[in-house]
């Protein structure tokens, strides 16, 4: 307020205490502003001094506040004269008034103008106000009406579902009830046989459905059609019965392959299932019918066919008589009717365990007729093995189609299977019965067991459990009969008398070359399936063999005889068990040890004629070492130069002769062979033990060691003797 004040109206104030409070200087300035009468030109506005209601703190606050301006603190300090800067700022302030007056009459039009505009403004924004005002209230109303529209939107969207909904039921209902021409001519006129036929029965099954749905339901529409669907069916039904009918009488004419019918049936297996669904009557009837006809067509077939086979077996088959401890040499009755050819091959496999390899396993099926124009005669498990494997690939194909046409599964499967094939799987078992019960032939037999475990074990691969119980009635009627013509042979070998057998030979027993054969055949057969009750019949059947043996070696007179024979038979029955048998068998291992013992005691029986004196020799002075009491032999000079003399002079000529002896008595070549060898290793070593007893103390003095034969020189000379086969 005081900005821009002159100096010199500050000094002019002399009469103002410069010094004082700035508060007391402004109190003492509005004392003398009264004292001179001018308080009454003063405005003070809507200040009223005089009431008593003044407040002198706010006006106290007030001073404060402007006295602390920068400007009124500086004109305060300087002593500047307030009554004179009061006159001026008024002049000032009437000068700025008029020039302002001036300013505003110079101007009037145009402030005239800005009225006029101002008031024209107001009067558009007035009328714009009212178009706004008028346009809100539209929209409210335009809200509501969308509102509204979208309730109704709403509301007709769930009508429309609704509609759609029972349209499509309808829609549906309708398709269903209609029955069209076309399924009308198809049925009643076009073939079984034709893919339209089939489509139309499809269709048609469906009608019958959805009327037997819709007549639970109570619709009324399901009677406009009843009766249509109705006459439809029993015509389908009719043509239907009369085409299966007479496919299944095909399967009676001669010569007829029914597999071809059965494949054409398959290809219309919904017929059964469209009569099975609709007309029940009807489908036992065919059920039976089929079952009645393939009954004894299967029959029929596998009688024929078994009866055929039986013209093809060998015709020297094994009797009661033909057991392992039968004597060839046995003199029969006057009557009695000739034995084998030649009974060895009862118990021999030979080629006849070829039939459990799985190329003949599952081979072609024997045809009799061409069998017999071609001579040919076949084993009894051959003639079983085409006869069960026929079985089994009709069977397991009889029992698949039942299945699928019938729709048959689990026991009702087997029943109906069991219905078909049940009279021919008994005739199989009668016919069996008969025969095994009269039959000696175990390698057959054994054969027939395994042929038809392989065979369970291709139905079981097959999931075909169809012929399952008869897998097992054969085997109970196969396994006692083994086992017993098992125990026959046992009980002979255990009944055979040595004396006899004829004239005794020190060669291989024509008994355990039976007993190897039969074994190694059982062990090799056994060893795919194994079974513990045939492994202990054929520990019985060693254990008889053994002793057999045992007797057998008793009848001969001197125990090289008696060794000799033991060794030939042992060696002939551990080399046909090893052709066939595994090498771990106990068989084999329970053989191994029997030789190697009976070996070792012939080599000692063999040096004993021309080398005994030495080896007692060396036998009595090793044990007296060992007992350190070797002293007791020193006067035995004598004896001791006989040996060395002795050993010396004949050693060539008894290996020679030991040599020819031994492959004079044992029929395996190679057998003498490793004997010979371990009896000249084991005179090397009796001999080698002979020099270090005499390099021992108590007789290194003898001068008879000089004329010992050198060890080396000695193994040299021997490997000549050494035979090579």
Known sequence: ?????????IEAGSDV??????????????????????????????LDLTTDEFILDEVDTHIQANLEDDLVKEALKTGVDLRQYSKQVEVELQRIEQASIKDYIKESQNIALLHNQITACDSILERMEGMLSGFQSDLSSISSEIQTLQQQSVSMNVRLKNRQAVRSHLSQLVDELVVPGVMISTILESPVTEQEFLEQLHELNTKI?????????????????????????LKAVSKIREFIL???????????????PQNTL????????????????????????YVDTMSKIYYSYFKSYSGRLLKVQYEEVADKDDLMGVEDTAKKGFFSKPSLKSRNTIFTLGQRGAILSPAELEGPILV?????????RYPYETLFRSQHYALLDNGCREFLFLCDFFMVTGNSALDLFNCIMGKTLSMFLKSMSTYVSDCYDSIAIFLCIHIILRFRAITAKRTIPALDKYWEAVLELLWPRFELILEMNIQSIRNTDPQKLGVLDTRPHYITRRYAEFSSAIVSINQTFPNERTNALLGQLQVEVENFVLKMAAEFPSRRDQLIFLINNYDMMLSVLMERAADDSKEVESFQQLLLARTQEFIEEILSPPFGGMIAFVKEAEALMEKGQLDRLKNEEA??????????????????????DVMRSFTNFKNGTSIIQGALTQLIQYYH??????????????AVRSELINLHHLMVEVKKHKPNF
């Open 1 to 9: 307020m005081a900005e821009g004040v002159p100096a010199g109206h």
């Open 17 to 46: 205490n410069t010094t004082g409070n700035p508060t007391q200087i402004a109190m003492a300035y509005l004392q003398d502003e009264k004292s001179d009468g001018d308080i009454t030109n003063l405005n003070l506005g809507e």
């Open 368 to 376: 009799p007729h061409t069998a017999q124009r071609g001579d040919s």
């Open 246 to 260: 007479q496919k299944i009488y095909s399967f009676r004419k001669p010569m007829t392959n029914y597999q071809i």
């Open 266 to 289: 398959l290809k219309y297996r919904f017929f059964y299932q469209f009569l099975l669904a609709n007309e029940r009557t009807v489908a036992k009837e065919i059920r039976d019918e």
């Open 209 to 233: 459905n959805f009327a037997k749905e819709l007549s639970f339901r109570e619709t009324l529409a399901c009677s406009d059609i009843q009766d249509i669907v109705d006459r439809l069916k």
């Open 689 to 702: 033990g002979f020099h270090k007893i005499l390099n021992q103390p108590t007789f290194r003095s003898l």
């Open 639 to 660: 004896r001791i130069t006989q040996l060395v003399r002795g050993f010396s002079s004949t050693w060539k000529q008894s290996v020679e002769s030991m040599s020819q």
